[in-house]
């Protein structure tokens, strides 16, 4: 069964950085697109980032700049480094998995971790 456990979360100044880290198990890594989402109190789960099996990358806009996807298919992990952050960063930091190519949709993805805590300050 597939799992994905996600890490580094936690409490960051505005300005600062954090990266995040997703392990996954129980799937071929190197077959799957990775993706993270995020979702805020009161708000619906919204795209942060993606990258292909191919290593191919997409972002939303409103981190394009500040934050980069990486994987590392020989340790099945996808990072997220997120740099610049903003109070509006502040959300519940998701990854997930997907053979499907419409990377940007939620609904697209088969597997997805507990999530991880990011709180940015003002």
């Known amino acids: 069964q597939a799992q994905l456990v996600e890490s580094g979360g936690g409490l960051v100044q505005a300005g600062g950085s954090l990266r995040l880290s997703c392990a996954a198990s129980?799937?071929?890594?190197?077959?799957?697109?990775m993706g993270w989402f995020r979702q805020a109190p009161g708000k619906e789960r919204e795209f942060v980032a993606a990258?292909?099996?191919?290593?191919?990358?997409r972002y939303a806009d409103s981190v394009k700049g500040r934050f980069t996807i990486s994987r590392d298919n020989a340790k099945s992990t996808v990072f997220l480094q997120m740099s610049s952050l903003k109070p509006e960063d502040t959300a519940v930091y998701y990854c997930?998995?997907?053979?499907?190519?419409?990377?940007?949709?939620?609904?697209?993805?088969?597997?997805w971790g507990q999530g991880t805590q990011v709180t940015v300050s003002s």
């Open positions: 997930a998995a997907t053979t499907a190519w419409n990377l940007i949709v939620a609904a697209s993805y088969d597997y």
């Open positions: 129980g799937l071929t890594f190197s077959r799957n697109h």
């Open positions: 990258i292909s099996s191919l290593s191919s990358v």
